[in-house]
């Protein structure tokens, strides 16, 4: 029969010679095995301390992102929510009022947006979808939490810090990573 | 000696110096149990290129500590439908005979304190190394009755597969034994040591007998490549599924303390006990006094048992477990032979020389 | 009271002790356990007597082998007092009138050798290994010799009947 793949290996059954039956060499030679292992370098990053460096493709837990005056650019359009494969994104839409321009870059505003945590498969489609640069997976990963509650993360807890009162966290939750330098060509 | 000297025409000052030694030697083994569980993850864990233990305390040196108070505190479960007495004494049981071993090693030469010459052996009884044979062959009752009262089937089979195991591999031992004993003429082991300083280790006139014995000691202390009576992924525990808490912990400390004084036991019996390599000791304690040589014959003991109990954890993440069958056939089957050989060219051996007949 | 005095007196209390909880006891397992502890006190006599090397065989061969092959057998028969037969009157009576013969043989023979009971005491080094081992190979080497034949003899058999009959596991 013509084998399926190359990797095929042959079990050979043949006697064992006496070297091999008194298993000692064998013993001999997988005990050096572990022992040169002993002076290995182990790859082990000690968590808290020491931080794996994320790469660059990491997708992490989403945030709403403001534009350099501080406003929020999402539009509530729905996009993200149509485009989320987990349907994890709930969103409630309303009207800017007058006075509210520094808040909201359109007249258009997301009043409540909420993503289940639990859902989201972390497939960065919501990020492909929006076409305002509003949402965005960011470096970091969801927190633990005793309740399921904990996981559906309201605006609160998406909204990046506002980057003209808090530039150091909103430079950290941006990320060191630049995305999309050139933009990911469907912004306007 | 006899052994009416030892234990019926006590003075005082002789019982003292046996139970501060006695108390030396428990505390001793039961420290060293303490950190031979530090340095089995320790050692598994750097062979497996990993860290290991390191949280508590610098180099996590204080993990047993932590592990023992975390056994304290942890809940004391009894099974309904087991005999509560059997369910205590198997556990109490495995840590007596553990620690019962250590009563006729020679930790080192005599000392001189107080106007007095104090022997660093409890007991030097003629028949020492019969004695360990003898507590040896009763370590398995703990586990036995430890198994049988904790009403659980796999229990019971790692009670049966414990008993097997240890009564198969008593024969060997004590047939490779024997054949050590032919050369020595002695059964007292401070006398064995004795012999070792002046002329070459046993391990150079009984090589294949080392063998034998090292494997059978890996076989009676239940360490892998022996440990199908506790076989985790078969067994759940085996033995020592049912039990929680400080039980538990008696369990895994007389395994423990078991290697401790196997290796000690191997070392005197082999290695030349507290002989310090390459040095003549009795003129070295000429010249630095019988009290120093003492301490650097017990820490010349201690580097030994310890290379030994690294041997005992390196083969430990080196060998996978035997399959019940291919433990028997090497019990019976291979070492037995072994042995009964190896007696049987020693005694040759020995008659050649006594007749002086050379070749 | 001198202290070997009380160490025979608690030995001995505590093998009688224990070889009544042998017969009492409805659990086979704790017979076979309180059996192991006579083994014990019988030991600590011959400790008493100064025969070392034979107190520790005695627990290396019965404490240490044949028990743990006795309890081996009974617990995996699983034996327990619900599966113990009910045994009727006559054999009860049987059981009793034999005990008390043994008994009577018993005391009959001790108080025959009541003369010679001071021959073998406290201090003496019969039972040590290398007067025991001189007496064994010198003057009882032919009785020794044979029973290790006899020994050798009931090992062969074993393995005959223990071996798997090889025509059987054709036809199978």
């Known amino acids: ?188 | 000696m006899l052994i009416h000297t030892t234990f019926l025409v006590l003075d005082g000052a002789v019982l003292i110096e046996k139970l501060i030694l006695i108390v030396l030697v428990i505390t001793g083994s039961l420290v060293v149990a303490m950190y031979s569980t530090y340095a089995e993850r320790k050692v598994a864990a750097f062979m497996q290129d990993r860290i290991g233990p390191d949280r508590a305390g610098p180099f996590g040196i204080l993990q047993p500590l932590a592990d023992g108070v975390k056994l304290f505190f942890k809940e004391e479960i009894v099974p309904t439908f087991s005999s509560k007495f059997l369910f205590i004494l198997g556990p109490c049981l495995a840590m007596l005979t553990a620690m019962m071993v250590g009563a006729v090693i020679p930790w080192g030469d005599t000392i001189h304190v107080f106007g007095r010459n104090v022997s660093l052996q409890i007991a030097d009884i003629n028949i020492g190394i019969l004695y360990i044979f003898g507590v040896v062959s009763l370590g398995v009752y703990g586990i036995m009755i430890g198994g049988w009262a904790s009403n659980n089937k796999f229990s019971l089979l790692g009670a049966m597969r414990a008993a097997s195991q240890i009564i198969s591999y008593e024969l060997a031992m004590g047939i490779s034994i024997i054949a050590l004993l032919m050369f020595t003429g002695t059964l007292s082991l401070n006398e064995m040591v004795n012999q070792q300083k002046d002329h070459w280790w046993n391990i150079f006139r009984q090589p294949l007998g080392f063998l034998i014995f090292l494997v059978c000691a890996f076989a009676e202390t239940n360490r892998t490549p022996f440990d199908l009576p506790e076989a985790e992924n078969e067994l759940i525990g085996g033995y020592h599924s049912e039990y929680s808490s400080m039980k538990l912990g008696f369990y895994l400390f007389s395994e423990y303390i078991n290697m401790f004084l196997s290796s000690a036991v191997m070392v005197t019996l082999f290695f030349g006990g507290y002989d310090i390599p390459f040095v003549n000791d009795a003129h070295l304690g000429q010249s630095i006094g019988v009290n120093w040589l003492a301490l650097i014959e017990g820490a010349v003991l201690f580097a030994k048992i310890c290379c030994f109990i690294f041997l005992f954890m390196w083969v430990r993440w080196t060998v996978p477990r035997f399959r019940y069958d291919q433990l028997m056939n090497l019990g019976w089957k291979v070492l037995l032979p072994l042995s009964l050989l190896n007696m049987l060219v020693t005694g040759a051996l020995i008659l050649l020389k006594q007749n002086h007949w050379h070749f | 009271m001198e202290i070997t005095k009380i160490i025979f007196w608690f030995l001995t209390a505590l093998a009688l002790v224990a070889a009544i909880g042998v017969i009492s006891s409805k659990n086979p397992i704790y017979s076979v356990l309180w059996l192991i502890v006579v083994f014990f006190a019988i030991s600590g006599h011959y400790v008493l007597m100064n025969a070392q090397f034979l107190a520790i065989v005695n627990i290396i061969v019965y404490a240490g082998a044949i028990m743990v092959l006795f309890l081996f057998v009974v617990m995996l028969m699983n034996l327990n007092a619900d599966a113990e037969p009910i045994k009727n009157v006559y054999m009860k009576m049987a059981g009793v009138i034999s005990g008390l013969t043994l008994m009577i043989v018993f005391v009959a023979a001790l108080s025959a050798s009541e003369q010679h009971s001071t021959i073998i005491r406290p201090g003496t080094s019969v039972g040590l290994i290398e007067n025991l081992g001189r007496a064994l190979f010198n003057k009882y080497v032919v009785p020794f010799e044979i029973s290790s034949v006899l020994f050798l003899s009931a090992m062969v058999g074993a393995v005959v009947i223990g071996k798997k009959d090889p025509i059987k596991r054709i036809n199978e």
């Open chain 1, 1 to 188: 029969m013509e084998p399926l793949t190359n990797r095929i290996e042959h079990v050979s059954r043949k006697q064992m010679s006496f070297w091999e039956k008194i298993y000692l060499p064998a013993v001999l030679k997988g005990m050096g095995i572990t022992f040169r292992h002993m002076f290995k370098k182990p790859p082990t990053i000690k968590y808290p301390e020491k931080k794996r460096v994320f790469s660059p493709v990491f997708r992490g837990l989403q945030i709403l992102n403001r534009d350099a005056e501080g406003r929020e650019n999402c539009t509530a359009c729905g996009l993200c929510a149509v485009a989320c494969p987990a349907e994890a994104i709930t969103m409630e839409a309303a009207e800017r009022k007058a006075g509210e321009e520094h808040l909201y870059r359109e007249e258009k505003y997301a009043a409540k947006y909420e993503i289940n945590m639990l859902r989201c498969i972390f497939c960065g489609l919501c990020e492909e979808a929006c076409p305002k640069d509003a949402v965005y997976l960011s470096e970091t990963v969801a927190q633990a939490n005793f309740a399921r509650k904990g996981f559906i993360y309201g605006k609160e807890d998406l909204l990046i810090p506002h980057p003209l009162k808090d530039p150091e966290a909103f430079a950290k939750a941006k990320g060191s990573r630049i995305k999309h330098p050139e933009g990911h060509g469907n912004e306007h």
